[in-house]
């Protein structure tokens, strides 16, 4: 059972080089997504690393945009093309921190082989707030002067947008544990609907929506357990997930979850080393 890690990454090397060590196994493999805003210098003695691979073709990542799926999609290509025989795909952030030893991740899997883990609702009907994320036009993908201007324009001018391939959407978080069957799908998929692509790019946040939807609206709909494996402590009416820290060491070991997020080096420096010393047997 091959796991291929991709995380994506735009800061703190030091911590990104404490998961990478977290998350070492003989058959786990990194894949590094550095934002493109960023000069990859710094992370560059990750590399030294084994079983660490740099995907090269990085992109500008901008909060809610499409760039975010892009980076994941050419996270999920490079895999593809690596030549590694890969079973399963976890996507995660540099601010993520595993809840299992490697092992008994890669136990999980095996017995779980060609489930795909994911948190999904029905849009329409469960999580309805997401809905003008997908009836309205967004920009947010786009850098051009008076581009808002524009927008508020496009919504007031423009009929609502309809799902594109008479999608069902759903989706909830972006992270998730995909079989490589699942990433091949994803792959084919979009570059075969270049009209997806485009009504995705218009979207508002579209990470949170667009895998799940594929997958849900394929014959892999029954693959799909409706549980992402990780840990998010959120605070209503916050738009972030809150930092760990030791205080919440408790629930994390209660959760039964294979990661956890979010981390910071400054404010979870002691949760992580509990994390260490009681599940992973690092010193």
Known sequence: ??????????????????????????????????????????????????????????????????????????????????????????????????????????????????????????????????????????????????????????????????????LIPVGRSQWMSLTMDAVRYILQYLDTHPEVVRFFKHTWAPDEIIFQTILYNSNMKASMVNSNLRYTKWLEGKASPEILTKNDLEDLLNSGAFFARKMDPSKSSGLLDRLDRQILNLT
């Open 1 to 166: 059972m091959k796991i291929a890690h991709l995380i994506l990454a735009h800061s703190e090397p030091g911590q990104l080089a404490r998961l990478i060590r977290a998350l070492e196994h003989p058959d786990a493999y990194i894949f590094l997504h550095i934002d493109a805003k960023k000069t990859l210098d710094p992370f560059l003695f990750l590399s030294t690393q084994e079983r660490v691979h740099f995907v090269n073709d990085r992109i500008k990542v901008g909060w809610g945009a499409y760039s975010i799926v892009q980076a994941t999609i050419n996270g999920f290509r490079a895999i593809a093309n690596s030549g590694l025989d890969i079973d399963y795909v976890n996507l995660l952030s540099g601010s993520d921190y595993p809840l299992k030893d490697p092992s008994e991740m890669n136990r999980f899997f095996q017995e779980h082989q060609g489930q795909n883990f994911m948190h999904y609702e029905l849009v329409m009907e469960e999580w309805k707030e997401a809905i003008p994320r997908l009836t309205a036009y967004h920009l947010t993908n786009y850098s051009f002067p008076g581009k808002y201007f524009v927008q508020k324009w496009m919504n007031r001018i423009l009929p609502a947008r309809q799902m594109p391939d008479h």
